[in-house]
């Protein structure tokens, strides 16, 4: 691991994937001796380094932060495309649980933490529902599963156009059409089938994931943002409802949260110290 910067709080830990690829987990460490040590999953398309801020107001309430790279952005050193290519299956069974690894390494005897941003939190609850680490809980901030019943019924046409976009291009064009980044067109055949199906599943891996989600006994804490379409209320109680044995706390974030701000999908992540606040006072 490389050393902290100057703030004492930040540090890099380069890690290496089972296929070797490569990523930067960002640990953010509290002055003291950490109550919690949380793995934060960015949204689609969504660098880690982004999600600074919210560590640095987690760790100073005393909450150790390492913030995942998703493979194919930021510091990670694939790129989707033709001769380059991953789904659910490598998240969740190569990538993350590596990211997971190295923070319990790194904060042993350290109660541990699952979170995530849209796309994100669902990952993470996936996560939760099949790994063998001890979890305190889970957070989730504007997520929710993409069941098009449960959004604007347009959004549908989403789930079949962007798997058909994806496979004609190589990957999804996420930066020219205004959704995500440039994604791997497995990733998007995974989502886009969980947006039709209302189901979770990934092409290659032979765990049950809707069956492992209700097995999963984690509480949860799902924070909602009150101007998010991306995240409506119906979403994010579809989701929990896949874990019945898991007690969930659901709170909603509105604009005086915000300093004023819309409390759409990605303004909190400028200013997240209420959600912080948020988290810490369900953690005690």
Do not use: C
């Not at 098009?148 to 930066?175: I, N, S, T």
């Not at 994604?183 to 994931?209: C, H, K, N, P, Q």
């Not at 809707?210 to 097995?215: D, K, S, W």
Request: proline share 6%; net charge positive; glycine share 12%.
């Amino acid at each position: 691991m490389t050393d902290p910067v100057a703030d004492g709080v930040r540090a890099v830990l380069p890690l290496r994937m089972a296929d070797g690829a490569r990523a930067d987990l960002l640990l953010f460490r509290p002055a003291g001796v950490p109550r919690a040590a949380l793995l934060w999953v960015p949204a689609l398309g969504v660098s880690a380094r982004h999600y600074e801020p919210l560590a640095q107001a987690l760790a100073s309430l005393g909450i150790a932060v390492a913030v995942h790279e998703w493979r194919g952005h930021g510091s990670s050193d694939r790129r989707a495309g033709r001769r380059h290519n991953w789904g659910y299956q490598t998240l969740l069974t190569d990538d993350l649980p590596v990211s997971l690894a190295a923070l319990t390494a790194t904060f042993p005897d350290t109660p541990v933490l699952l979170g995530g941003h849209s796309l994100g939190g669902q990952l993470s609850t996936l996560l939760a529902s099949i790994t063998e680490v001890p979890l305190r809980g889970i957070v989730l901030v504007a997520s929710g599963a993409p069941y098009w019943r449960r959004f604007r019924p347009w959004v549908g046409l989403a789930y079949v156009a962007a798997p058909l976009l994806a496979h004609l291009v190589g990957r999804l064009p996420g930066r020219q059409i205004g959704f995500g980044g440039n994604e791997a067109r497995g990733v998007i055949a995974d989502w886009a089938r969980s947006g039709r199906t209302g189901r979770y599943a990934a092409r290659g891996m032979s765990v049950d994931l809707e069956a492992a989600l209700r097995g999963q006994r984690a509480p949860v804490l799902a924070l909602r943002l009150g101007d998010d379409w991306l995240g409506p209320e119906s979403s994010l109680l579809f989701l929990l409802d896949k874990m019945p044995g898991a007690r969930r706390t659901v709170g909603v974030i509105g604009s005086d949260d915000l300093a004023g701000a819309k409390a759409d999908h990605f303004a909190w992540m400028k200013m997240p110290a209420r959600i912080a606040i948020r988290i810490g006072e369900w953690l005690d």
